[in-house]
């Protein structure tokens, strides 16, 4: 399961500042030793970068990885916002806002909340790995021979017992 981050800027109005935060985005990536998770980036119309970052939940220690990826990447917004004084929202497909990523304001907040997403987003992973796993296993069937036993037969079911009396009152004498 993959949980998708994204962070989307500020418009931008120069296309200057477009291309340095674009140049200097895989740079701060590298830093923060997230280089190998090839963020998406896309620039719309009204010049708002939007960054998609994917977290495999899946992988080989997976909790502590995709905790480290998910809180590098507010930490490459954080250092892009204060060097191009840009403010960032900041969200996954499943919340779409969890917070911002202001020039200067350290992002302590949005870094528990990023850490809460991949462990609750890591834990229905699990859950439904789980699920998946129950759905294919042999279900467990119990054999009987019918003259073994004190069960009723199908005739039995479909008739009342004889002590069944639903109204009282109207019992005839």
């Not at 340095?20 to 998406?40: K, S």
């Not at 499943?94 to 302590?108: F, I, M, N, R, S």
Request: aromatic share 8%; net charge negative.
């Amino acid at each position: 399961m993959q949980l998708c981050f994204v962070y989307t800027s500020n418009p931008l109005n120069d296309r200057n500042q477009i291309d340095a935060v674009l140049a200097a985005f895989p740079i701060e990536c590298r830093r923060q030793q997230i280089a190998d998770v090839g963020p998406q980036i896309d620039v719309n119309h009204a010049g708002e970068l939007t960054v998609e970052i994917e977290v495999d939940l899946n992988a080989t220690n997976a909790t502590s990885e995709s905790t480290r990826i998910a809180t590098a990447a507010v930490g490459v917004v954080a250092e892009l916002a204060t060097q191009f004084k840009l403010t960032w929202n900041v969200g996954h497909q499943h919340e779409p806002y969890l917070g911002t990523v202001e020039a200067a304001v350290p992002p302590d907040d949005l870094l528990d909340e990023v850490k809460t997403a991949v462990s609750v987003a890591r834990s229905l992973a699990e859950f439904s790995l789980e699920d998946e796993a129950d759905e294919f296993a042999e279900p467990e069937t119990l054999v009987t021979d019918a003259a073994d036993t004190d069960q009723a037969t199908w005739d039995d079911l479909f008739q009342p017992p004889d002590t069944f009396i639903r109204f009282p009152e109207f019992e005839e004498e």
